[in-house]
C-alpha cells in the first residue's frame, strides 16, 4: 500500500498529512447527532485511511476534498445516517463560511479557521489597507505573522539570529492558534510606523492651568496613537474656591472633565476607534456630589468612564454610620464633614440609574503599589483594571483557556498551559522593548518598572467544557487554581528572564526588593475586559460569565451581530434535545433558567451573567483578585428589576472581600447599551429613583453647609470643659477655648465673643 505523506489544501497548500483528524471529524459528527463513541470512530477513520492508500497512486498528492468525500461515502456504506448527515451539514456550512471569507478579504484566502464575527472585526479595525484604495493589504494569518515578526525582533538584544526566528516562529503559533492574544494596539500598529503598542495610559493633572492642557495636549498625542487614558482630577481645586494669581474663582474638576471629553471626541484613535478615559474623584474632595451625579443623564462625559476614589477612613464611617471630612487640595485644609452614608447611598443610587460611579478602593491599591518608592498611585486606566502610576504604561495580554481544557472535558491541560504562560510573558516583556511610546517622560517610566498585565478571557466557555456551573463553589475553586497557576509560572519566568535580561530599573526599594523577588518585571497579572479579543478569538470575555447564551451584540457604529453558544448547540444536540423552536425560545430569553424542556443540569452548567446572584459574581471577582497582582475588571450585571438595595450588597460585599474596585450595570438602565436581551424598565420605579437621588443630594448638601466652621456670638460658657448644648440638634457636647464640633451632628463653630 502507498504511504501517504502530504495532501493538498484548498487554498493550493501543500500540507503534512495527519490522519488523527479524520477520526476527530467523524467523532465531532457524531457527537452532534448524541453518539459518544470514540472506539467507533477510530474504527471508521481507519477504514478511511485504509481506502484513501489503496486508492492512491504512487506520487499521487490527494485533496482534502477527495479525503472528505470518501468519509461521506464510507459513513452512508456503514449505516452510520446520522453522522453522515451531520458531516454533510457542516462541510456545507464550512464551504458557506469559506466564501463569506473571500468575501470579506477582497478574494484574499487564507488558512485561518477564524468566525464570521472574527473576520468582521478584523476587516474594520485591525487589517492593514491601503492608504489610498481602503483594499486590504493583509489576511488575519499576515497580521499575526506581521506582530510575531516584530516583536520577535526585540530577541536581538538577548538571543541569536537563528533564536530569533524559532521565538518568531513560536510566538505565530500561539497568535494564530488563537491562544493568547495582546491588547489591540499591539495588533493594530505592531510592524507599522506608528509602533504604539500599548492600550493605557495614566497621566498627571496638576492643579494650574499650564499643567491642566499640557495634559490635555499629552493626552492627545496617547488617543492618536491608540491608548486610553486615566486621570485623577483630585489635585483639583473645588468649584468656586479662590485663585490667587487672577483674584477669581476655580471652576472645579467637572469643568475641566467636559474640557478632556469634548477633545477626545474630536480625536479618531489611528483611524480606528475613538479614545476612552477614567475620570477618578477621592471621595474627600469638596466637588464629591457633583462629581458622583455628573453622569446623571445618558447624554453627557460619554468618553468618561467615572469611578470615586475611596479610602479606608469613608468605609469605616460608612459601617459606624459617622462623619467623615472634606479636605481642599490645594491647602490641604478641612472645609466640611458629612455623613459618610448619605453619600455611599448617592454612590448607590446613581449606578442603579446607569451603572456609574464605580468604585476604586484607593488604599488598597497602593498597598499592593510594587513601586511606592517612585510614587503614589491615584487612578487607573478606562476600565479600572490596571493601576498606574502618573506617566506609567502597562501592556495588556490574554490567554484564551477556552483553548486549554483537554479534549475529554475532565481538567485543564496544565502543561500546555504552563509553556503558553511562559511564552506570553517573553512577548509581553519584548513588547516593552519594542514599543514607541508617544511621549519620553512615559517610555522613562515603562521601561523603569516594566509592568506586565497578563490575564485571561474564554473562562466562562472553558467552565462549559469542564461541566462546571459559573459562580459555584466548583467555578470558584477554579477560578483561583487557574490563576494562581498563571502568576505563578508568570512569576517564574519574569525570574529567569530577570537573571538573564536584567531586573527592573526601580527594583531597589520596591516591594519586590523587600520579598527578595527579583523579577524582570514588577507586575505580572492583570485581568481586562477582552471586548474585541474575545470576539476575535471566539470565546467569552476575560473572567466574565456569559452575558447570554443567544444575544444580538451592538459594535462598531451600530453594526448588529448575532451570538447563540456553541457549547450548548452541541449538548443539546447529544441530549437530542435540539429543535428550531427551542433555539427561538433561547434567542428570545437569552437564558435557560425558565424553559422547561431543559433539564436541570444543563441548566446548572449554562448560566448567564442574569442568572447568578451579585454575591456569586464578587466572590468569583474576589477569587481573581487573590491572584492577580493589579485589579481585576469585572462588571457585576443585574437584570432591570433589581433593587438599590441589591447594588448596595454588591459594594460593601466587595470591599469585605478585598477586591480592589467594582462596576455594576443594570440591564436597561441606558438608552444605549453594547449587549442586550430585551428586558424592560419600570419608568415608575425610574421616576421614584430620580426622586430619590435629588433628594439625597440636598440632604448631603445642606448637611456639609451646617458642617462648615461658623463663627458668631452664642451664649455659651467660654469655660474649658462645661458642658452644653449643639445650637443645631441639642447634644450635650464639650468645649475647649470657646470652639467646639459636635460628635453627632458634626457641626463645627467657634464662639468669637
Known sequence: MIKINKIKKRNGLIVNFNPEKITVAIFKAAKSVGGHDMTRAEAIGKEVLKALKSETKLGEIISVEHIQDLVEKILVKGGHYKTAKAFIIYRYERSKTREK??????????????????????????????PITGKLLETPSDLFRRVANNIAEAEKKYSTK?????????????????????NSPCLMNAGTSIQQLSACFVLPMGDSMEEIFETLKNTALVHKSGGGTGFSFSRLRSKNSGVRTTQGVASGPISFMTVYNSATEIIKQGGKRRGANMGILRVDHPDIIDFITCKEHNDTLNNFNISVGITEDFMKAVENNDYYELIEPHTQKVISRTLARQVFDLIVVMAWKNGEPGIIFLDRINKDNPTPNVGKIESTNPCGEQPLLPYESCNLGSINLSKFVKEDGSDFDWNKLRKTTRLAIK????????????????????????????GIMGFADALFELKIGYGSEKGIVMAEKVMKFIRDKGREMSIELGKTRGLFTNFEGSLLDKENRQQRNSTITTIAPTGTLSMIAHCS??????????????????TELTYVHEYLKEMLKERNLYTPELMKKIIEQGSLQHIDEIPKNIKEIFVTAHDITPKDHIKMQAAFQKYTDNAVSKTVNFPSEASIDDIDKVYKLAYKLNCK???????GSRGMQIMSVGNKVNEGIKRDVDKLATELKEKILNNGNKQKERKGKITLSKKTGKKDQCPECGTKMQFKEGCASCPKCGFSFCNSA
Open 101 to 130: 471569507t473571500k468575501e470579506i478579504l477582497n478574494g484574499h484566502i487564507d488558512t485561518l479557521k477564524v468566525s464570521h464575527n472574527a473576520l468582521q472585526v478584523l476587516e474594520r479595525r485591525y487589517l492593514l489597507k491601503d
Open 162 to 182: 537563528t533564536e530569533e526566528k524559532e521565538i518568531a516562529e513560536e510566538f505565530y503559533k500561539m497568535l494564530s492558534n488563537l491562544e493568547f492574544l495582546p
Open 427 to 454: 512577548f509581553m516583556d519584548n513588547v516593552i522593548d519594542m514599543n514607541k511610546f508617544p511621549l519620553q517622560q512615559i517610555t522613562d517610566m515603562v521601561r523603569a518598572n516594566r509592568k506586565l498585565g497578563l
Open 541 to 558: 470575555g476575560g473572567c466574565e460569565p456569559v452575558f447570554a447564551l443567544a444575544y444580538v451584540k451592538n459594535v462598531m457604529d451600530n
Open 661 to 667: 474596585g467594582v462596576t455594576v450595570y443594570r440591564d
